[in-house]
């Protein structure tokens, strides 16, 4: 593929590492929800990748002063490229804005990061991250920061009933952030046995194998009757969210 050139407030990265997503899997694989209808998400030719880190190798004008960047610095940018202009960016919710561009999915726009060089566009959201951070950890600063935000989107209290379904990738990060808010109980839930064991490492209370056992029916009966304070959905699988 051929360098990209920065603009005006651009970033040019050397890809250090680009995390495989779900979503980008379901991208190859021609999902539904992102190339079916008139209007596909998806406008190919795109290259994907929205989990990357990458060495800054050129900035444009006044990129250095907007982003803090020097050349030689280690940056990644937020999956979402805010377009600024609508209700939710402009109240600061910039992760439901309307038009929702995500590096990866909109060719000539937002390219991924599954090249050697990208683009950090002008509307998008950089960070500096340190060098001595290796490559393969800080392409998992944005699954990481997908399930804090899932955490604080749920508001755990002090004691609260949590259940978390999936323990994946995404499961066990959410899992982890959610041990920090003290919950009374912490429950995981999964068919993989050996996902379930590595919950338990990381700080469940308890793990049910949903294939195995009534996840709904043991929950109940540890509440009497009146089911979780808390329930996070990470299995991206539509019985996931009905047992919710």
């Known amino acids: 593929m051929p360098i990209p050139k920065a603009g005006d407030e ?3 990265v050397k890809v250090g590492a680009s995390g495989i997503c779900g979503s980008d899997i379901k991208c190859y ?3 539904e929800i992102l190339w079916g209808g008139p209007s596909p998400y998806v406008k190919p030719p795109v290259i994907p990748g929205h ?3 990458g060495e800054v190798v050129e900035l444009g004008e006044r990129a250095a002063e907007k982003t803090g960047l020097e050349i030689g610095d280690k940056a990644v940018a937020e999956q979402i490229v805010p377009c600024w202009e609508c ?3 402009k109240t600061g919710k910039y992760w439901m804005c309307q038009v929702h561009n995500i590096f990866g999915f909109q060719g000539g726009v937002d390219d991924g990061g599954f090249a050697e060089y990208m683009k950090y566009p002008s509307n998008a959201i950089v960070h500096e991250v340190p060098k001595r951070m290796p490559d393969e950890r800080a392409a998992f600063i944005e699954p990481l920061s997908c399930a804090i935000h899932a955490v604080q989107r749920a508001r755990i209290e002090l004691g609260d009933f949590v259940v978390i379904a999936g323990m994946g990738p995404l499961g066990l990060c959410m899992l982890q952030v959610a ?3 003290n919950p009374g109980k912490l429950v995981a839930l999964d068919v993989k046995e050996n996902r379930l064991r590595l919950a338990e490492e990381l700080g469940a209370t308890l793990t049910l194998n949903v294939a195995r056992e009534d996840a709904v029916k043991r929950v109940l009966e540890m509440t009497q009757g009146y089911g979780c304070d808390v329930y996070i959905e990470a299995s991206a699988s539509t ?3 009905t047992q919710g």
């Open 29 to 31: 694989e021609g999902a």
């Open 239 to 241: 019985s996931g969210v």
């Open 179 to 181: 041990k920090l808010k």
């Open 87 to 89: 209700r939710y960016c």
């Open 10 to 12: 651009e970033v040019i």
């Open 51 to 53: 989990e990357f880190v």
